[in-house]
């Protein structure tokens, strides 16, 4: 049977209370998607991995999962760094079907409530 399942994908911060956003979103995430694991994995300085968001997953019989990265843009991060690590999960994990979604912040809609957050503060 396929499942799918979802990893919110942040940079990662020395301060703790970095994440707390993150946190919020798989708490609203899993209140409107309650059939649709949801993990959160961080690329440095906070955990869990993207490896180890995966292994969480895949143990519990997902065996589709889409990344989704937590980024405002198309940076260094995600152009270098994160398909060799997406690659190298691929490897690890082959059973698992693995795709991505572009930088949030390159979402129009994204863009737009963030217009929005604005303008209702004038």
Do not use: Y
């Not at 198309?74 to 152009?79: E, K, S």
């Not at 690659?87 to 572009?102: N, Y």
Request: hydrophobic share 45%; proline share 6%.
């Amino acid at each position: 049977m396929n499942t799918k399942a979802i990893i919110l994908f942040g940079h990662g911060a020395r301060d703790a209370r970095w994440r707390e956003p993150f946190d919020r979103l798989v708490v609203l995430w899993r209140a409107q998607h309650p059939n649709v694991r949801v993990e959160l994995a961080f690329l440095e300085l906070m955990q869990p991995s993207l490896e180890e968001a995966i292994s969480s997953l895949t143990g519990t019989g997902d065996n589709e999962v889409v990344v989704v990265p937590v980024f405002f843009g198309q940076g260094g991060h995600l152009r270098n760094d994160f398909p060799v690590l997406l690659s190298a999960c691929q490897e690890k994990f082959p059973e698992v079907k693995l795709s991505t979604t572009p930088a949030v912040g390159e979402d129009s809609a994204v863009l737009q409530a963030i217009i929005d957050f604005g303008a209702s503060a004038l």
